[in-house]
């Protein structure tokens, strides 16, 4: 069967069933060209709001460049609160749909983030998202929704089916952890290709990855990260109490002070 779902109308019980056997999805056409337009439009925007983008700012993510080692700015997290287009995403009722059907559920915004990864940037370790905090929700989805064209070469996310159902690979002590590669079968991994529009989901027990963009154009994506109702409900905000003061904390261990959230 294909790793792609039709449009959003032609979503049917196997693709659900593909979701939970394979810990992934992509859904094509989603969002039409001028909604991706206000999107970009938006991200273009938001970079140039310098008085947010600063290393005190523990909104804001960063990123070495793979040949340079520049530290550059990558994203915003959380970014719906300064960005109107990337709210309604985040609430829209297609996405919504998309999650009902996986959830048997409604579905819950947990994280929002607008991840720019420009030119050169570095990509991401093997990872999976659950941390194991007591509140973290294990029906944790994140959707990818593409703003740009997306491939290996500009440092697509890479996932690996199947392994979400072994759950947690980590320790379950509350700290972010990589994923040794022997953890997986390399030849099993998928790259989520995208065109603008499409979205992509995986469970936070997906292992995945992404390579440095090697390419001469930005790789920019909303990742827009969702809970079951029956899984703790709306907790967004007590989420981001939570993972703020657990970055005001790790910071400080290597010697970072007086952080603050604009």
């Known amino acids: 069967m294909s790793t792609a779902a039709p449009p959003l109308a032609g979503i049917m019980p196997e ?3 593909f979701y939970h056997d394979n810990g992934f999805l992509i859904v094509r056409e989603v969002f039409n060209a001028e909604e991706i337009a206000a999107l970009a439009t938006e991200a273009e925007t938001l970079i140039s709001r310098t008085e947010l983008i600063d ?34 995403f985040a609430y829209d009722r297609r996405i919504f749909d998309v999650l009902r059907a996986i959830y048997d559920d409604e579905a819950h915004l ?7 990864k420009p030119p050169g940037a570095t ?3 093997l990872h999976q998202d659950y941390i194991g ?20 070469a500009n440092g697509a996310t890479e996932v690996f089916p199947g392994y979400h159902q072994q759950g947690y690979l980590s320790p379950k002590d509350g700290d972010y952890h990589h994923l040794a590669t022997e953890a997986i079968d390399e030849s099993r991994g998928v790259v989520l290709d995208l065109a603008p529009g499409d979205i992509a989901l995986f469970g936070c027990f997906t292992p995945h990855r992404s390579g440095s963009n090697r390419s001469d154009r930005w790789r920019r994506q ?5 809970n079951a109702g029956r899984d703790g409900g709306d907790q967004r905000d007590a989420h981001y109490r939570q993972f703020h003061e657990w970055l005001v904390k790790k910071y400080a261990e290597y010697g970072k002070t007086g952080v603050w959230f604009r």
Do not use: M
Not at 56 to 80: G, L, M, S, Y
Not at 110 to 116: A, C, E, G, V, Y
């Open 15 to 17: 693709h659900v069933q």
């Open 55 to 88: 290393k005190q700012n523990i909104r804001c993510r960063w990123q070495d460049h793979a040949e340079t080692k520049e530290c550059r700015f990558d994203c915003f997290d959380p970014v719906i609160d300064i960005g109107p287009v990337c709210r309604y």
């Open 110 to 116: 947990f994280k929002d983030k607008l991840i720019f």
């Open 123 to 125: 990509g991401y370790q």
């Open 133 to 152: 905090w007591q509140e973290f929700p294990k029906s944790f989805i994140t959707v990818i929704v593409a703003i740009d064209p997306t491939n290996a």
């Open 222 to 226: 909303l990742y827009l990260s969702y």
